[in-house]
């Protein structure tokens, strides 16, 4: 999983300095377009990760209440 280091910066502006992969820290300054590139599409991709992982969480909540009501539904 990648974490990146942030700095705060005025106007709630954050700027990404470095990123950790795997354990290794790893430079942004100067890194390549294609670099910057891929960081974008991991941070767009680790958000969409998280996304759907609340949803999940939110389908498996509701189909435990859809079982629990079925169940007492055919007891009757």
């Known amino acids: ?3 990146s280091t942030k700095p705060e910066q005025k106007n709630e502006e954050k700027i990404t300095n470095s990123i950790k992969i795997d354990g290794e820290d790893y430079n942004l300054e100067g890194a390549s377009d294609v670099a910057r590139q891929a960081l974008n599409s ?3 991709a680790e958000r969409k990760i998280a996304q759907l992982r609340g ?3 939110l389908a498996t909540t509701a189909r435990t209440g859809f079982i629990n009501i079925l169940k007492n539904e055919l007891k009757k």
């Open 55 to 57: 949803e999940m969480s």
């Open 42 to 44: 991991l941070q767009f």
């Open 1 to 3: 999983m990648a974490k």
